[in-house]
């Protein structure tokens, strides 16, 4: 009979903490998550290059030829790659109905929807809407972009968070008392579902500020731009903690308690 | 066609990590509350009140020998009168004795033990848990897994592994070389093992500090003989010389140092470690986040009255402390 | 024209700033809690000379749970001589004075004040209590409350302490499975109080005292001018007053209590915004207060400033999203599309509480839960709904500011149709 087999305290989760030392997460962090954002660093013009070629060949059955275009130019320490294209500019009609329908969201979805946060969420997207067609009812000619800078300003944006959400991820994750090989995983799994998603939504959305509307640009700027990559950064963060809490579960050697 | 296929993934990468989240919504896996016991109050010898429910439920009037009973499991128990396990042997069941136990050397018992009488336990046993309902004296180089605890004195020898808790309603009197996490008695003596523990004495009246009592801050040192008459809060650590007196509380964001005979009516608290000197006495409850040592001859509480030792890294009691109430930590507990 | 650009790019870096800030400090506390040493509250303390208390619970029509926490209360493991239970009927329209009248009947140590006059809401309600109280201590907790038998000797022996003003427990939702509500909100409380609280307990800055599953000392605080009854969020209120003062506010996360979360999104808004314009009001009130003070470190100030500013910072992002919108069509959002990004960082924090994913991930996983973390995505709906309600209560709390009006107190409605399931 050991001594130490059942002595242990079942630690109560008011002290209780990991058995470990911070250290590591520190040295897991140089290396894993950095790594990850420098790849950004170093090959966003291939990547950029890439995505653009990628979205080029999704949209080209509705442009004609020669109006999609692949455009570098020195951005941050390199070339950077967009995307240029026909904007749809919106007719006055067009944006005196959407205006309309902004208001009409605006005003009927609190008595429709009993869900109070997709109430306001969705009072949010329908009041950017609003304001967009609204200026282009009142100020078409002043309003400042082109479908290909909605493309620019895309890519300048998709870059960063190509970059932090290896960063983010690796805060989140890191920390975690899991082993080295399940965090790699979840990191590169973010960093590539970053990239796939940034992809894929590029070549939507240009489609639908080049055949639908420039109307809509605002609205997939904010409200389903940068708002939209938590989502998936925290699901995979989720689903991996969940996971290791699991099966983690009645392993007490793995609590320390107060110090 | 590719764009159709963009927009699918799009769509389907955007929805796909709300999806764990409404399966769990819909499954409720973990939507219980929390779970707090309602019934939970601190008591030191929580361990060994709620074993002995448990025992007398399930023995109820069962004759000696082994019967199959279930405590918070299904066991194996062994009823007896008066009960001897000689030197060098084992008992391998829950152990129920109506009278009174002895153990030779290097006994072991190796689940727990329930005694109505008194117990005496031979040099190296090795036990689960004992609770008994009258004295214990305990042989050299025992170890305890779990607990110990009695409702009369209990006498533990030198060099005893006291596993999470030691604690009685009488005496606890706990001799060098021994280690421990929990100790509760009225009060806990470090003393020989061959040495009578001192007698109780009559409870000393004292003012008690009034709520709203004058403060001083900023106090780093008190010299030898000084006396005050507040509580006293230093931002860094405290050093009290020898036969300082302070009538009131204590409260140290560094460390505590009191000198040999210095006395405290009233409570010591530090976030760093706390030393007492030898014969000092302190009338109410130490508290470290750090580490405490109890130098010899120190009294911490007095009679008829529960205080508290808490170290939360380590407590060393050295030979001659009495502790009138209670003792606790996470980290080492030595007598020395 | 320059200028008003000019201005609204400097707002945008400010905005993204203090997002980065507050995800910096949080992202600090989540290590902390994790790896870092735990300052343990005093609950192991067993004192026989512990100090009288009286337990006040303001009551405004609460005949619904009125019984079920006085119930638990005289089960309560305190010296029943220390002790006196005095439930506050605060202009009840209900049953509830009929209930606290039968408990006192049977019980001498629960004496019921029965309001009809004076100022209504809780602080006012407290005030009185305390006027009437004979106990060294006052523990508060609202009505739906139910406290275990341990709970207020783990309260009252932390004033063993001298320098100890206050004491805030750990709040834990009951009602956790009702509905969607109640399970985001059971995570912001455990992102709020396993991590956030007892990190800045651990850190030694400034554990916010609650106003409930709590404890102060009477004399003291009656001295400081007892409660301020223009001020809705009396407990942010008596922390900020009693730290300033020299007094050590404790967070004691062994000290756990159910409560009932709200079930229904009007009522969380309702409570929110409440909470908002409360907060909001002792940051106009205590925020030079706070850096002139003389008893509290650089660090207590430092984060001191920042846990009055987390009412204001939904109404920062609020405004930094409609500075970016300004920008974006004025054609200047260029610059600023490489950083946009880390504006959304506040996206999965729960404004108020203010605990980011991360954070409330980290409490689940030391609570010891599984299946609830798969939750987290569903804090972006708070997003724009704390946000909104959080941004309105600010611009209350503006208004009493400007125009001195009195903020009328506004009570949680109470959802509990029967005894309530324990964990016993």
Known sequence: MSVDAKSIILYHRSYRKIAASPRPFVLQFFFIALPLSLIVVFFYPDITRTVCLIAKEVLSPFFSEGSLRIVSYPYLTGNAHYLTLPGKFPSVVFSLLNAIAGLLILLLLPKIVRFKPLVILGSVVSFIMFLSAVFFLFLPDQFPYQASDYSDLYIKQQISIWFFVPVIMGLAVLPLPASLPSKVVAMLTSFIYSLIFGTVRYAVFLFIIGKISLLYMAVLFFALGPLVDFVYIVGIYCVYAARLAKNIKGNYTLWKWSY | ?336 | MEVVILILKGYLLFTIGMMVIYSIRHFIFTLNRLFYEQRIYYQDIIDSDLKSVTVLIPMHNEEKVAAHILDLLVEADYDRDKLEIIPINDFSEDGTKAVLDGYAARYPFIKPMHRNDGDRGKPAALNAGMEKASGEIIIVFDADYLPPKGLLRSIAVCFTDPEVGAVMGRVVPINTGKNILTRLLDLERTGGYQVDQQARYNLKLMPQYGGTVGGFRRKEVMELGSFNTRILAEDTELTYRLSINGWKVLYANRAECYEEAPEEWNVRARQIRRWSRGHNDVMFRYFFRLLKARHLSFREKFDGTLLLLVYVVPVILLLGLIDSLALFFLGEMEIFAGFFFLIFIGAYNTFGNFAPFYQVGTGCFLDGAVHRILLLPLLLFNFFFNMWHIAAGFFDALLDVVTQRKALWQKTERFRKSEPRTGT
């Not at chain 2, 305990?138 to 409702?151: P, Q, V, Y």
């Not at chain 2, 009369?152 to 001799?175: F, M, P, R, W, Y």
């Open chain 2, 1 to 336: 066609m590719l764009l159709f296929l963009c927009t699918i993934i799009f769509v389907g990468m955007f929805l796909l990590p709300f999806t764990p989240a409404v399966r769990e919504v819909i499954k409720k896996e973990d939507a219980a509350p929390l779970f707090i016991n309602m019934g939970y109050s601190k008591d030191p010898r929580y361990f060994a009140v709620s074993f002995r429910k448990l025992m007398l439920k399930a023995v109820g009037d069962a004759p000696e020998g082994v019967h199959e009973i279930t405590l918070s499991k299904p066991e194996r128990i062994r009823i007896a009168g008066q009960a001897e396990v000689s030197a060098d042997s084992a008992i391998d069941t829950v152990f129920y004795v109506k009278k009174s136990l002895k153990s030779g050397n290097n006994a072991t018992l190796r689940k727990e033990v329930y005694s109505r009488g008194d117990v005496h336990l031979g040099e190296e046993n090795m036990i689960k848990a004992l609770a008994c309902d009258g004295k214990v004296t305990i042989g050299k180089g025992a170890s305890f897994m779990r607990w110990l605890d009695a409702e009369g004195d209990v006498t533990i020898s030198e060099d005893c592994h006291l596993g999470i808790s030691a604690t009685c309603d009488g005496v606890l009197s706990v001799a060098p070389g021994c280690r421990f996490m929990r100790l509760y008695g009225a009060p806990v003596i470090i003393a020989q093992s061959k040495i009578t523990p001192a007698a109780g004495g009559k409870p000393v009246e004292f003012e008690p500090i009034a709520n709203g009592a004058p403060t001083e801050r900023g106090i780093s040192s008190l010299p030898a003989h000084n006396v005050k008459n507040c509580n006293l809060i230093a931002e860094g650590s405290l050093s009290v010389g020898e036969h300082a007196v302070i009538h009131g509380h204590v409260k140290s964001h560094g460390k505590i140092v009191l000198g040999a005979s210095a006395v405290v009516i009233g409570n010591l608290f530090a976030e760093k470690d706390i030393e007492i000197g030898p014969g000092s006495r302190v009338y109410g409850s130490v508290f470290s986040q750090g580490s405490i040592k109890l130098q010899r001859g120190v009294t911490v509480g007095s009679v008829g009255r529960i205080k508290s030792v808490i170290g939360k890294k380590g407590v060393t009691l050295e030979h001659g402390v009495t502790v009138y109430g209670y003792v606790a930590t996470e980290g080492k507990g030595l007598v020395v």
